[in-house]
């Protein structure tokens, strides 16, 4: 089942054109990944997805339904996003940060019921933020700000989670814990996850499918290794790249090499 359809997605920025007729199908309950170089429009390619910015032309289906048609608050029960600039001026504690997604999802802001409590709970639980939960996030490390908003996402009990750089300011050990649990909400809950990342090595490691970017217009997608070749991302990147299988989990390896592309 198709979860997300993109359909000739074109967006320009005061008459700058950045998205140049994008489509894509993203499969329900699965990891979808974008990739590309700086500039080339993911983060905008996100913003058109989860209904923060009108396509120029195009459009977005949620199943049957399409985007440009749909209430705000539909959209709210539908898409939780968490954003790639996470404020770090934000005078909440993380748990009533994660309280806010039921709001979206309906509430009030400010009278929880028990249930709303108990999902708050649990979605600190879920990204290990637990001991955080009465800590202001101004008081936070980068790391743990970021794993407090995809709390709030998983905490609003949306079908579709998108991400824009979720583990950017992450550790590794904080990467492979946010990648997991997303590909368990992928997997145990049958939400449909996108998101973007620089990190090719991870794509590899958890993306279903992967969707590269360049110069707004889509260059490849498909599984990992259809995407995460040399002939593919080198000409994209402008960078030479030694690309080979790791031998511990059969994905490819991306390592890059000094020097530009010739
Ligand atoms: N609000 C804006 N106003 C004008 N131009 C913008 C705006 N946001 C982005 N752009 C421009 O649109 C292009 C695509 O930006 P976008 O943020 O979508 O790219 P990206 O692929 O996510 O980049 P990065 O990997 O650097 O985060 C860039 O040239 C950028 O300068």
Redesign the pocket.
């Known amino acids: 089942m198709t979860a997300i359809r993109a359909r000739d997605l074109r967006f320009a ?2 008459g ?1 054109p ?1 998205l140049d007729g994008v489509s894509l199908d993203v499969p329900g309950g699965s990891l979808f990944t974008i990739i ?10 996100l913003r058109l997805l989860a209904g923060l910015l009108r396509p120029g032309a195009g459009r977005v289906l949620l199943g049957e339904r399409d985007m440009a048609r749909m209430t705000r608050s539909a959209r709210a029960r539908a898409i939780a996003m968490v954003p ?1 600039t996470i404020p770090d001026s934000f005078p909440f504690t993380v748990e009533q940060t994660v309280l806010m997604a039921r709001s979206a999802r309906g509430g009030l802001l400010g009278i929880e019921t028990a249930a709303d409590r108990e999902a708050a709970r649990l979605a600190m639980r879920y990204t290990g933020i637990e001991n955080l939960a009465s800590r202001t996030l101004d008081r936070l490390s980068g790391g743990e700000r970021q794993r407090a908003f995809i709390a709030r996402a998983v905490c609003q009990e949306t079908p579709i989670m998108i991400l824009d ?1 979720p583990t950017a300011a992450l550790d590794y050990a904080h990467q492979t814990q946010v990648m997991d649990l997303l590909s368990r909400l992928a997997r145990e809950r049958g939400t449909t996850v996108v998101l ?1 990342s ?1 990190d090719l090595n991870l794509a590899s490691l958890y993306a279903d499918t992967l969707v590269l ?1 360049a110069s707004g217009r889509v260059v490849r997608s498909g599984a990992p290794e259809d995407v995460l070749r040399p002939e593919v991302l080198e000409p994209a990147y402008g960078c030479r790249l030694l690309i080979d299988t790791a031998p511990d989990t059969g994905r490819p390896r991306i390592i890059p090499l000094p020097g530009q592309r010739g």
């Open positions: 920025y005061n700058t950045v590309g170089p700086n500039g080339s429009g993911k983060s905008t390619l790639q750089e973007v620089h970017l």
